[in-house]
């Protein structure tokens, strides 16, 4: 990410490697890769912020 405060949607559409010309397929690729692994207790804070459980959990 730049550290540019504001930008344009024709900067972004030249610059942004996520908004580059790709199938679906390869957006998804693209966008899914490299994430990092989601927090042990994700479910439950998953269910604390769709209000299913209402202690807040622990962060881990």
Known sequence: MS??????IGFERHFNPA???RTKE???????????N?????????AYNLGNIHE????E
């Open 56 to 59: 807040k959990p622990a962060m």
């Open 26 to 36: 390869e957006f998804v690729r693209f966008m899914l890769a490299d994430l990092p």
């Open 38 to 46: 989601k927090p042990k207790n994700f479910d439950l804070i998953r």
């Open 3 to 8: 550290g540019k405060v504001v930008s344009t």
């Open 19 to 21: 908004l580059q010309p």
